[in-house]
């Protein structure tokens, strides 16, 4: 699994957490408006009372939805700055041999410093590493024919985990 589906897929999470939180958030407020109907029918200090104690509750779930709210929001930015450093693994004959010894190779954005790195790897995987290389690999010239091109130039990280712990980065390759 890529880390667009992993983003993808948190961020269907969160959407459908969003909308459980409205639903949640309705019934309460049917249940302020049938407390004031009941308090128009008995006397006039009864009336009074519940009304004062449906505006608290009309307030209390107030409170409970922008707190609802807020707390996604910090997460998709967590998620879309993963998103963004670490493009794709990098599997090659080399990078498998490195495995053997913790060390994977990735992909990265070309401003990302080692510390980011160092703070997706954990965030995506689980495993805290030990240490973060990082690279920039200048592409190469080839010919097409008569014509020279020239592959992209790219930012590589090479992060060593401790020992024991593995990750599965070419699932299914």
């Not at 029918?41 to 409970?64: G, L, P, Q, R, W």
Request: net charge positive; no cysteine; charged share 30%.
């Amino acid at each position: 699994m890529g880390l667009l589906d992993r983003w993808s897929k948190r961020k269907k999470q969160e959407q459908l957490e969003k909308t459980t939180d409205e639903k949640v958030v309705e019934p309460a407020k049917t249940a302020v408006k049938a407390v004031e109907t009941k308090a128009v029918k008995t006397t006039a200090k009864k009336a009074v009372s519940t009304k004062v104690a449906a505006k608290k509750t009309s307030t209390k779930t107030k409170k409970e939805e922008t707190v609802a709210v807020a707390v996604p929001a910090a997460e998709e930015k967590k998620n879309i700055l993963v998103s963004k450093v670490l493009i794709k693994p990098l599997v090659t004959e080399k990078s498998a041999i490195a495995e053997s010894l913790n060390k994977y190779s990735f992909l990265v954005h070309r401003s990302a410093n080692k510390y980011q790195v160092k703070q997706a790897v954990f965030e995506i995987y689980g495993v805290k590493p030990t240490a973060v290389n990082v690279t920039n690999v200048q592409g190469k010239w080839v010919r097409f024919g008569r014509s020279m091109g020239r592959h992209s130039d790219f930012r590589k990280a090479i992060v060593t985990l401790p020992k024991g712990k593995t990750i599965t980065i070419h699932k299914g390759v």
